[in-house]
Structures are given as structure tokens and as C-alpha cells.
């Protein structure tokens, strides 16, 4: 057994320094240490051996197993070094070649939409304040006028995610905030996201996102939130644009108003944007109800104030041109694509 054993090892220095790249090694490992291999098959004749003499014998395939073990790592390394090299010397590089381009990154079209709104509103005296996407009942819906029994929470379909916790429905979480932590006079907007459990659609979708307004000072008119959106409308879509004014119920403004644009897509004669109606509402806006003014921590006799909530989404679509909402997030580089790099 012990001749044997020898002999083996002498193969295998023979057969390893044959092997001339690293594609070999494997194979003279494989032929060795592989489960049908001659080193596991010798421990397999162990079986065979006598008990007095099975300990040595095992001894002597271990030290010729680490043995075969080390001699092709070492094997492996000095070959790999060798094919590196050579692959190095045939590659031929030309570095005064021009380097590939690389794609220009941007950003989504809706945070450019968003930044634009911002700048239009900052110019007009608005300071941006954010909020917490995960917030409280009260911040959410109790601090707005709109009580655990109100009928108005039905008209927003909520994630709730804990008791008394939810993904908020819209960013006028953050006016509570302001109302409680600033005195008048109040002018911010709150840009951002926002969740309702809604059916996705290609004009509706479980997340979208807002830009939220409130000014709250002294002698402040519907007249003041009127020009505030009109001048809005004329510098985001352009001197043409056309509002109409409606009124509306919500319950943190009264009086309400819900304001429409002319659909750009189909100019008012109808398309399916704007369901065949030619026009396309765009916000909700009005006075600040007095209960949220006192809720806020402002003494409504004093102060007045308007708000307004809008997407960002529905005049994204009407200013480019786009006919469904879900594109925006489907991350489809074809559609990223069309819209300038900034």
C-alpha cells in the first residue's frame, strides 16, 4: 500500500507539470481529489488494510492528499499570472482614443414639474415646508376640520398601517404644523407625496404627488387666492391658459372651489383626458375654514387665510402632453428619454 502510495504521488508530479495552463490543473485536479479521483479512492481501500496497520496508512494518503492540495493552488496562481500577462500584452489599447460616452443622467420629469411650481411659487413670496409621509389621524384629517365622525374622511380612501397611523392622504399634514409653531403672517407651500388606496388607472394612481398652499394673514380675500392661482396658471402653462372657478365642498376651506383648465390636449373639444368634457379640474382651493385657524392655534377673528392642494401630476400631463399617469412610474426609459436632460 505504501508503494502504492508513492507512486501515486510520483504521478502526479509528472502529470502537474505537464499541464501548461489553468484549464489543465483543473482537469489533473479533478483526475485526483474528484469524487471518482485516485486519492478518495485510496481512502476507500482502506477498508482493506489491517486494523495495526489501517492508522499509518491513513497518515500517509492524508499527507499526500494536502500535499496534491497545496502543489495545485500553487499550480493554479503561477499559471494565472502567466495568462494574464500574456493577455495583457495582446490586448492593444489606443489612449489617444476618445472614451465611450456615457448616457447624461436627469432628473424625473415630474421632480422637474415640481421644482418649476416651487420656483413660480418662492418668486411669489411662498417658502417651502415639508412633512412626514407616515403621520398621525389628527395632523391628517382632526387638525383640518375633519373629526374620527366627519363625513369627509370617506372621500379619501386611507392606508392605514397602525392604529391612529396612516400614510397620509395629501401634504396639507404639514399646515397643522405651521399653524401651531409660526404666528402670522403664514405664506408656505408643501410640496410632495402622497398615498390613497385608490384603483390604478390611467388617470388615477395609489401614490401621486402635491403642492400644497396657505397664506394666512390679516385683510387676506378670495380675491388675493383667485389672482395667487391665476397668475400661477399664466406662468406655469402660458399666457393662453383658461380657468373656470366652481364652487366646492371641503371641509378646511369655506368657501370652497375646485378650479379647471382648459384640456391643452384636445384644446376643449373633447378627448379622453379630459373625458370627452374639454375641461380638466386641477385643484381644490378656498378660505381657510375658522375651526382650522383655531385648531392651528390662530385666532380666526384676527386672521384670515387661503389654501389651495393641487397635483403635480395632472398638469404634468396636460403641459407635455402625456395620456396616462402610470408612465410615470413604470420607469420605461423609452418615456424618460423624451424629455430634456436638465
Not at 489501517?54 to 499527507?63: A, K, S, Y
Not at 415630474?110 to 412626514?132: A, H, R, W, Y
Not at 401614490?207 to 391665476?230: A, P
Request: proline residues 5%; hydrophobic residues 35%.
Amino acid at each position: 500500500m505504501k508503494e502504492k502510495i508513492e507512486q501515486l504521488r510520483l504521478q502526479f508530479t509528472s502529470d502537474l507539470q505537464k499541464a501548461a495552463n489553468v484549464l489543465e490543473v483543473e482537469n489533473v485536479k479533478v483526475e485526483y481529489l474528484g469524487k471518482k479521483g485516485s486519492i478518495p479512492g485510496l481512502m476507500q481501500s482502506l477498508k482493506s488494510v489491517s486494523s495495526e496497520e489501517r492508522p499509518g496508512i491513513g497518515r500517509l494518503i492524508n499527507d499526500l492528499k494536502v500535499y496534491v492540495e497545496d502543489s495545485l493552488t500553487k499550480a493554479h496562481l503561477e499559471l494565472q499570472d502567466k495568462e494574464d500577462i500574456l493577455r495583457f500584452q495582446r490586448e492593444e489599447i489606443d489612449v489617444t482614443l476618445p472614451s465611450r460616452k456615457r448616457a447624461i443622467g436627469a432628473k424625473h420629469l415630474l421632480m422637474k414639474v415640481m421644482d418649476e411650481m416651487i420656483e413660480i411659487f418662492s418668486s411669489m413670496g411662498f417658502s417651502v415646508q415639508t412633512g412626514p409621509q407616515i403621520d398621525t389621524e389628527y395632523y391628517n384629517f382632526d387638525v383640518l376640520n375633519m373629526p374620527h365622525d366627519h363625513s369627509a374622511r370617506d372621500m379619501q380612501d386611507t392606508f392605514f398601517i397602525a392604529p391612529g397611523v396612516l400614510l397620509r392622504t395629501h401634504t396639507s399634514n404639514v399646515q397643522g404644523r405651521v399653524m401651531e409653531s409660526t404666528k402670522p403672517p403664514i405664506r408656505i407651500i408643501s410640496p410632495g407625496r402622497a398615498f390613497r388606496n385608490e384603483d390604478i388607472s390611467a388617470r388615477s394612481h395609489v401614490f401621486f404627488h402635491q403642492v400644497e398652499g396657505l397664506y394666512v394673514d390679516e385683510n387676506v380675500t378670495f380675491q388675493d387666492l383667485i389672482y395667487t392661482l391665476k397668475e400661477f396658471s399664466i406662468r406655469f402653462f402660458g399666457p393662453h391658459v383658461m380657468l373656470r372657478f366652481r364652487p366646492s365642498y371641503f371641509p378646511f376651506v369655506e368657501p370652497g372651489t375646485e378650479v379647471d383648465i382648459q384640456c391643452l390636449m384636445c384644446k376643449g373639444k373633447g378627448c379622453v383626458l379630459c373625458k370627452q368634457s374639454g375641461w380638466l379640474e386641477i385643484l381644490g382651493a378656498g378660505m381657510v375654514h375658522p375651526q382650522v385657524l383655531l385648531n392651528g392655534g390662530i385666532d380666526p377673528e384676527k386672521y384670515q387665510g387661503y389654501a389651495w392642494g393641487m397635483g403635480i401630476e395632472r398638469p404634468c400631463m396636460l403641459k407635455y402632453g402625456i395620456d396616462d399617469i402610470r408612465l410615470f412610474s413604470e420607469n420605461d426609459l423609452r418615456f424618460c428619454e423624451q424629455f430634456p436632460v436638465i
